[in-house]
């Protein structure tokens, strides 16, 4: 298995590549930051790298605005090695965490930063035409003329992302940008985020260790662990079709079962649990009899009710989350585990109370047989 894991690391079709990184490593003295890394990014795509704290996420985005070079392998824009090419020359700009703008500046002047510093110089007059269009492109004219300080973490976040995109770069790189914002901030900058990068057409890549964040925001995800691609795919993909317990555990809540297989066909596999339970699934990948593994089963996808077919199961806690309600429930032989009930099943039933014992139950597809690294 190569770095690019499970899934492809190419672009996605019909797309020209403008970024890529190949066999890419870097090393810190004895530690590898990053190990064999292959991903070619289209043009236009907003990609994630997802993972957390030092699995190598940064590293790969550092490596590709220049501030990183390899230790081995090749960094490439535009289909030319830029290994050995300056971070302000690359047609490439990045939004940091913190912002890195500059206190004593004025907005107008934080965002017309980097076109002061090109050569040959801009007219004043071209200058001042760029920052304006990117001031209506954030939602900031009217606020040009004031100090960083005078702004909310929302503004500034707005402020750094016009510097950035006011050079009109080809790859812009954003280093979990939202990360000092609180949630529902958040959840309106990540709106802004996915209309901006398509109003422009510059192509994003965001480093997060926010799955919620990932998800609504990427045309592909990146799951990184110990500076390696595990799985590269679309939400959706890595959401149905996790490679092993770390991709399933990373990306959504997920139940999870120890166990080996007793038997493999096309289609399904049987399963016998730790616990002594039987289990029929899917495999995510070829699997032998004899292997060890674990059952994965999404929380939204088992069905509770009073009476019916299913696992007897006792409600041990219950928390309304507004959408849904999670219920943590005691299998004789299975032991604890998450449901998800949908609020509308909660409106038509009525809601199930702590110690109510209920029968549980889950589609054959909604069991995945999952390596357990």
Same mark, same amino acid.
């Given at each position: 298995m190569n770095s690019a894991g499970y899934g492809s690391g190419a672009a996605p079709?019909?797309?020209?590549?403008?970024?890529?990184?190949?066999?890419?490593?870097?090393?810190?003295?004895?530690?590898?930051?990053?190990?064999?890394?292959?991903?070619?990014?289209?043009?236009?795509e907003f990609l994630s790298f997802l993972g957390p704290s030092g699995c190598g996420k940064t590293t790969a985005l550092r490596m590709l605005a220049g501030f990183e070079t390899p230790t081995e392998g090749d960094v490439l824009l535009d289909g030319?090695?830029?290994?050995?090419?300056?971070?302000?020359?690359?047609?490439?700009?990045?939004v940091?965490?913190?912002?890195?703008?500059?206190?004593?500046?004025?907005? *107008?002047?934080? /965002?017309?930063?980097?076109?002061?510093?090109?050569?040959?110089?801009? +007219?004043? $007059? =071209?200058?001042?035409? !760029?920052?304006?269009?990117?001031?209506?492109?954030?939602?900031?004219?009217?606020?040009?003329?004031?100090?960083i300080w005078e702004l909310?973490?929302?503004?500034?976040?707005?402020?750094?992302? *016009?510097?950035? /995109?006011?050079?009109?770069?080809?790859?812009?790189?954003?280093?979990? +940008?939202? $990360? =000092?914002?609180?949630? !529902?901030?958040?959840?309106?900058?990540?709106?802004?985020?996915?209309n901006l990068q398509r109003q422009l057409g510059i192509t994003f890549v965001l480093v997060t260790h926010d799955q919620e964040e990932a998800l609504s925001m990427s045309d592909r995800i990146c799951i990184m662990r110990d500076g390696k691609i595990i799985q590269i795919g679309s939400p959706q993909e890595l959401y149905d079709r996790p490679r092993n317990r770390y991709v399933a555990g990373f990306v959504g809540t997920s139940n999870f079962f120890d166990g080996k297989v007793t038997g493999a066909s096309q289609d399904l596999t049987s399963v016998l649990l730790q616990n002594g339970a039987e289990v029929t699934g899917r495999a995510m990948a070829e699997v032998s009899?004899?292997?060890?593994?674990?059952?994965?089963?999404?929380?939204?996808?088992?069905?509770?009710?009073?009476d019916g077919e299913g696992e007897s199961v006792v409600?041990?806690?219950?928390?309304?989350?507004?959408?849904?309600?999670?219920?943590?429930?005691?299998?004789?032989?299975?032991?604890?585990?998450?449901?998800?009930?949908?609020?509308?099943?909660?409106?038509?039933?009525?809601?199930?109370?702590?110690?109510?014992?209920?029968?549980?139950?889950?589609?054959?597809?909604?069991?995945?047989v999952l390596d357990r690294n």
């Amino acid at each position: 298995m190569n770095s690019a894991g499970y899934g492809s690391g190419a672009a996605p079709k019909n797309s020209m590549i403008i970024a890529e990184l190949r066999g890419v490593s870097k090393r810190f003295g004895e530690v590898c930051a990053a190990s064999d890394l292959n991903l070619s990014i289209g043009e236009g795509e907003f990609l994630s790298f997802l993972g957390p704290s030092g699995c190598g996420k940064t590293t790969a985005l550092r490596m590709l605005a220049g501030f990183e070079t390899p230790t081995e392998g090749d960094v490439l824009l535009d289909g030319e090695v830029v290994n050995n090419l300056d971070a302000h020359v690359r047609p490439v700009n990045m939004v940091f965490q913190h912002y890195a703008l500059f206190p004593h500046m004025t907005v *107008a002047q934080n /965002i017309g930063y980097g076109l002061r510093q090109i050569r040959p110089r801009i +007219p004043k $007059a =071209a200058i001042a035409e !760029k920052v304006g269009k990117a001031l209506a492109t954030v939602r900031l004219v009217g606020l040009e003329d004031r100090r960083i300080w005078e702004l909310s973490g929302g503004q500034q976040q707005r402020v750094a992302l *016009a510097r950035a /995109i006011v050079n009109e770069p080809k790859l812009l790189l954003l280093d979990e +940008p939202m $990360a =000092a914002l609180d949630r !529902k901030l958040r959840k309106e900058m990540q709106i802004e985020l996915q209309n901006l990068q398509r109003q422009l057409g510059i192509t994003f890549v965001l480093v997060t260790h926010d799955q919620e964040e990932a998800l609504s925001m990427s045309d592909r995800i990146c799951i990184m662990r110990d500076g390696k691609i595990i799985q590269i795919g679309s939400p959706q993909e890595l959401y149905d079709r996790p490679r092993n317990r770390y991709v399933a555990g990373f990306v959504g809540t997920s139940n999870f079962f120890d166990g080996k297989v007793t038997g493999a066909s096309q289609d399904l596999t049987s399963v016998l649990l730790q616990n002594g339970a039987e289990v029929t699934g899917r495999a995510m990948a070829e699997v032998s009899v004899g292997q060890e593994i674990c059952i994965s089963v999404r929380p939204e996808q088992i069905r509770l009710c009073r009476d019916g077919e299913g696992e007897s199961v006792v409600v041990l806690n219950r928390i309304f989350l507004g959408e849904h309600t999670e219920y943590l429930v005691m299998h004789e032989t299975l032991g604890e585990f998450l449901v998800l009930s949908p609020r509308q099943s909660e409106l038509n039933d009525g809601p199930f109370n702590t110690g109510d014992a209920l029968s549980a139950a889950w589609d054959v597809s909604a069991a995945l047989v999952l390596d357990r690294n």
